[in-house]
């Protein structure tokens, strides 16, 4: 009888030594892992947080939601953590911005940002809608914007793009503030301008909520309150994506041959600038290294790239789900470039929002827009004026 517990004592250290050698794998494997993974990407950016639930606010049993959070906001600088003062003079306001990550960088979370689809326990029962602005400088319009935002903090994100040169920064306590992300010069008609619209996508990727992209100028304004644009977007029964497409004899004027065989002449198609997506295309647009780098190369001058990238990428690569149309009203009546509308209307106004008939993907639809431009600044009043009478909010 007393072998058996000489042998069962004996066998202990080596069960212990066994476990200690696995433990130790274990351990120099994720260290190795962290280490590969803080090599690839930058150590400002993106981290991933479990965020706690709100026990108020949702069932007891819905679990806590996994967020791919934004980077924090960083102070516009040089690289070495100093911050740049705007101007000369006595100006000292800080520009602050969403993260100071590359080009490179950013596109490289993004691209690694979850697709959703599939893993809907881990989305929060909200989407949100991410609103770019892709300007100049200033948003004149901001005031209209501020008042159609107001009380829906959770559905919203906003990522602002002006020229690196502006140095201007809104108010603390603005949707703006905070929101700006590191821009490059974008210019009409060339390859830069489609590089800035695929940095906002990409930016507003880093935030795994965010399900629905909306392009937008800053002579843009909402015809309809938050809560209509938030239920067309979130809830429309056929397209998931509204990005203008047609093909006519003067567009295919535009093509170029050396974009052949990659680009043909058969998915050439023409379209608004301003579009709106759903995360799947958002995430293909900015993986694009099929169709973008050959439009990089060959579309300029007169072959407009933001006119042509988006509508044939998504005819060449036959992307299902998109209404083929802009959700943004813009009126070409006085040459090439689109009307302006210093004196604002309820006329004007209502002849935006009740513009005919058209397609929503499945069927047909008397709310085609949500959106309208031109409006310079000094429409802002009148829009104010009206907003509460005609767009239903302020």
């Not at 604002?344 to 008939?357: A, E, P, T, Y």
């Not at 959106?371 to 429409?379: L, Q, V, Y």
Request: net charge positive; glycine share 8%; charged share 15%.
């Amino acid at each position: 009888m007393g072998k058996p517990q000489l042998r069962s004592a004996m066998v202990k250290p080596w069960g212990i030594l066994s476990r200690f050698l696995l433990f130790s794998v274990a351990f120099m494997l994720g260290m190795a892992s962290t280490f590969l993974l803080q090599s690839l990407l930058p150590t400002t950016g993106t981290v991933i947080w479990l965020a706690s639930a709100d026990l108020s606010a949702a069932p007891t049993s819905a679990p806590p939601a996994l967020v791919l959070r934004p980077p924090l906001p960083q102070q516009l600088g040089d690289g070495n953590g100093k911050e740049r003062v705007s101007g000369g003079g006595n100006e000292s306001e800080r520009i602050v911005m969403l993260h100071n990550m590359t080009d490179n960088e950013l596109l490289l979370r993004a691209s690694m940002a979850p697709r959703i689809k599939g893993i809907s326990s881990l989305v929060p029962p909200a989407p949100k809608v991410a609103f770019m602005f892709l300007v100049r400088g200033e948003l004149p319009l901001a005031p209209l914007w501020e008042r159609f935002f107001h009380g829906h903090t959770a559905l919203f994100s906003v990522y602002v793009h002006p020229d690196p040169t502006y140095l201007g920064s809104p108010e603390k306590g603005s949707v703006f503030y905070g929101r700006r992300v590191p821009s490059k010069e974008a210019r009409w008609g060339k390859s830069s301008i489609v590089e800035a619209e695929r940095r906002l996508l990409a930016n507003a990727l880093l935030d795994a909520t965010n399900q629905h992209f909306v392009l937008l100028s800053e002579t843009c304004a909402p015809l309809y309150n938050f809560t209509t644009v938030y239920s067309y977007l979130t809830h429309s029964a056929g397209a998931t994506s509204f990005v203008d497409l047609f093909d006519t004899q003067r567009s295919r004027g535009r093509y170029r041959p050396a974009m052949a065989p990659t680009v043909t002449l058969a998915n050439w198609r023409k379209g608004s600038q301003w579009f709106a997506t759903d995360r799947g295309l958002a995430l293909e647009v900015i993986g694009d290294v099929t169709y973008f780098p050959v439009f990089q190369r060959h579309c300029n001058g007169p072959c407009i790239m933001d006119e042509h990238y988006l509508p044939t990428f998504i005819a060449a690569s036959k992307w299902h789900g998109n209404a083929n149309r802009t959700l943004t009203f813009t009126q070409w009546t006085r040459g090439p470039h689109p009307d302006s509308y210093n004196d604002v209307s309820v006329d004007l106004l209502q002849g935006m929002r009740n513009h005919g008939n058209c397609s929503d993907g499945g069927g047909t639809t008397s709310l085609c827009y949500l959106f309208a431009r031109k409006f310079p600044s000094g429409a802002l009043l009148e829009l104010l004026r009206l907003a509460p009478r005609v767009m239903r909010f302020g």
